[in-house]
């Protein structure tokens, strides 16, 4: 009987496939082990790999996951689709030591615990050569976790833990699976204390392949904290399109100041010129930032363009016509602008994302729909 799975999330990880393997093989010698790869639709085929392995060994899966990106989803994917009793999450770039896997289900058995972390931050612990830029983000990270996990954890921002099932199906649809820092995600969704233990270990360098870290991992950090803070209330998609919005308005009054005033062009001509750029800076910020993981690219991204032009130019005329309406049956000018640019938010932000943000699946969709004869 399969005792153990890890889940291994990847994205354009190859050259370290069959080399993480190979540690597992020797490190949970004596273990009933699986392994799952969730695999992000890697462009150097890290599926297709993994695929000839399955073949030849039935503990290694691969879970490929098409038009998707994110490695907490993955992990929650990777989770839901094993039956093993516990479940081991880690990198699959060969930095988290797998050497502590066992000593770690010991732990998690013998305590009866529903989460053991492998932790950087303790005696006998370490970042290994993270920079100091590094250093300082994971700890603005782990600051930031205390507002969500009502526990004090020694590396939130670890990515190499034990869990037991249990814990993960008692959690896994309070989850929010953004971006990439599921410890945190996890243990905030808990609505009880979660029994939990710390094992040290030491990050290790990366020794191939290229690391996916960016300025996005932060921001969707923030997202995934304030989705875990007000999420019951306001999905973190519309708030990000509202921060988004708002730098908008903020461009929008800028340039209208400096078209109209500076450049002395008529105040209609500027307003228009204003608003098109706004509009524009929206969208290309909306598209990184608000729906990284559907990002449109190529033709799509243009057409993409287009339709986010129609919906918030209808979606103007209706703050305009509204706002009058309101302010007609007797409103102050503010509250009814204020109700007005709300409902237009909620407009905006509901049509683009059924119309803009799809374009890229239904183009798929319909590439790979059956021919009819
Ligand atoms: N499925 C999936 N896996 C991902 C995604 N992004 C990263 N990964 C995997 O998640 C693991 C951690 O990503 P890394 O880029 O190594 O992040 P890191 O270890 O914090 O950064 P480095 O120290 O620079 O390597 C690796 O196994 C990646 O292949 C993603 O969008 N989807
Ligand atoms: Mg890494």
Known sequence: MVELAVVLPTFKERENVAPVLAALERALAGIHYEVIFVDDDSPDETAELIRGISLRDPRVRVLQRIHRRGLSSACVEGMMATAAPYIAVMDADLQHDETILPAMLATLKQQHLDLVIASRNMPG???????????????????????????????????????????????????????????????????????????PYRFRTRQRGESKLDIMVLIEYLQLVLDKMVGDLIPARFLLFSVVGALGALLNMAALAMLFRWFGLEFTIALGVATFLAMTSNFFLNNTVTYRDRRLKGSMLWLGLVSFYAVCSVGGVITIMLSEFLRRAGLAWYTAGAIAVVITSVWNFSITQLVTWRLQRRRHASRSAPQQA
Do not use: Y
């Open 125 to 199: 612990g370490s970042m290994g050569d993270f920079s100091r830029e590094r250093v300082a983000i994971s700890g603005f990270g782990k600051t930031l976790s205390r507002m969500v996990c009502r526990c004090e954890l020694s590396d939130p921002m670890s990515g190499f833990f034990l869990l037991d099932r249990a814990f993960v199906h008692e959690v896994v649809r309070s989850v929010s699976a953004i971006g990439f820092k599921i410890l945190v995600d996890l243990v905030a969704s808990c609505r009880r204390p979660v029994r939990f233990a710390e094992v």
